[in-house]
């Protein structure tokens, strides 16, 4: 059956590092991968598109990157924050566009 | 401007009710969905619509239904309400392409006593 995983239910880090969040998959060949922060009671915030034939996407302080063969991607937050302190998800797009969610985890950037 | 609203955004009821909760969105997008997010914070796809069409139908009970009476507007409507079904339920919308992303509602948290 269809899998995403995404590496640790809870990341602690130290302000001023880079947080590193994991996400794989198995049983499925997405066109394209997502990620989305989630704050808590509110609806989760579009971040970064990778494609399947792209490696590497960045924004601002953000960098996604996307090994199809692996069947990972790895989405990384330099010079973190507080304020980055929330709950990331990646999400699986098909083909069809049919959009599946990992469970998410959630960083805590520490002062 | 809220670009998806959804309400209400707390909603208690009780075993066997019926109840409904709606959305619009003002962003022109193209499909709506909506979404429930277990006590684990799994998101799991249960309708989109696009252009008045259901494209997608996930495997969830005849008790909830979509109903779309515009592009703007998707409403779930919940009929013989489970306890199971206590949850966050989030509309989203998106364009065709995907380069944006889905704009998520605020949430609407249902607790069935």
């Known amino acids: 059956s269809q899998k995403i995983e995404q590496n640790s239910e809870a990341l602690n880090i130290q302000e001023g590092k880079t947080a590193t969040l994991t996400c794989n998959y198995t049983?499925?060949?997405?066109?394209?991968l997502q990620w989305y922060r989630q704050d808590p009671g509110r609806g989760p915030v579009f971040l970064l598109l990778?494609?399947?034939?792209?490696k590497e996407k960045r924004k601002e302080r953000l960098k996604v990157t996307f090994d199809t063969t692996l069947k990972q991607s790895l989405f990384h937050i330099t010079a973190s924050q507080p304020a980055d302190s929330a709950t990331y998800l990646c999400a699986l797009g098909s083909r069809n566009n049919d959009m599946r969610f990992g469970a998410g985890t959630r960083l805590t950037v520490k002062p | 401007d809220t670009a998806v609203s959804q309400t209400p955004k707390y909603l208690v009821t009780q075993m066997g009710n019926d109840k409904s909760i709606k959305c619009e969105q003002n962003l022109g997008h193209d499909t709506m969905y909506w979404y429930k997010q277990d006590s684990k914070k799994f998101l799991k796809i249960m309708f989109s619509y696009n252009n008045k069409e259901l494209i997608i139908n996930e495997t969830v009970p005849n008790r909830f239904s979509p109903k779309s009476p515009d592009k703007a507007h998707l409403n779930l409507h919940i009929n013989s309400l489970e306890l199971g079904d206590s949850a966050v339920y989030f509309c989203a919308s998106s364009q065709d392409d995907r380069d944006h992303g889905y704009t998520f509602g605020s949430g609407t948290r249902l607790t069935v006593v």
């Open positions: 990778i494609r399947e034939n792209e």
């Open positions: 049983n499925y060949s997405p066109a394209y």
